[in-house]
């Protein structure tokens, strides 16, 4: 039985898609939402407008789909570099660590930080960006309750609501670093929030009580 023409359209169609996600990642990451006009991105993708409306009919549909497969790229690729062997409080420490080195390095996953923090001040509560939060809470913390559940990290944390702080600590760190140093400064400021964040998760674990004694 000959393969239906359906699924060749259908992976052309996700080929494209993704053509113009990446190619918008890269722009907003450099130049900004305002900074990017719907034709320049038409253009630079090397399609028609035809064919390029066919899948984004404006720039904000295009900003909300490139943050985020960039934010779903990024916290996949974090995870899977994580050591399955060490603790909770070092992977928690590498992963942030790493997560400045691929944002500071990727120019497709910087759009995570730059278009993150523009989009953040142009939507409203209970838009669609706002649900993208989610993601990035809900993976803080299960990475709590992990922590909880081996001894490493106080059970008098409340997963949710930490998560939430350690999400908008890291936002405002993101949007600090964008503002004095274009994001240059990101390793060193990840570190500085390490220094504070790491003590306050670990204090009255079962594990730093038996440190002591």
Known sequence: MPP????PRQARAERTRSLIIETA???FAKHGFDGVSLNDLVVASGMSKGAFYFHFPGK??????????KQQELIDRLMAD???GAGVADQVT????????????????????RLGSELRARSDPGSEFASFQDLATDTIGE???RGIRAG???????????????FAWIVGMDSLSLLDSAGKD????????????????????????????
Request: hydrophobic residues 45%; aromatic residues 2%; positive net charge.
């Open 4 to 7: 239906s023409p359906i699924r």
């Open 152 to 166: 490493e990290f106080s059970n008098r944390l409340d997963p949710e609501a930490s998560a939430r702080a350690i």
């Open 186 to 213: 990101l390793a060193r400021r990840t570190d500085e929030v390490l220094a504070l964040l790491m003590p306050a998760l670990t204090a009255g674990s079962s594990r730093s009580t038996r440190r002591r004694h």
């Open 25 to 27: 990642a890269r722009a």
């Open 94 to 113: 590498a992963i942030l660590r790493r997560r400045a080195e691929l944002v500071s390095s990727d120019p497709s996953l910087r759009c995570v930080i």
């Open 143 to 145: 990475l709590i309750r």
């Open 82 to 84: 994580g050591d399955g």
């Open 60 to 69: 904000e549909q295009v900003a909300l789909a490139a943050f985020r497969a």
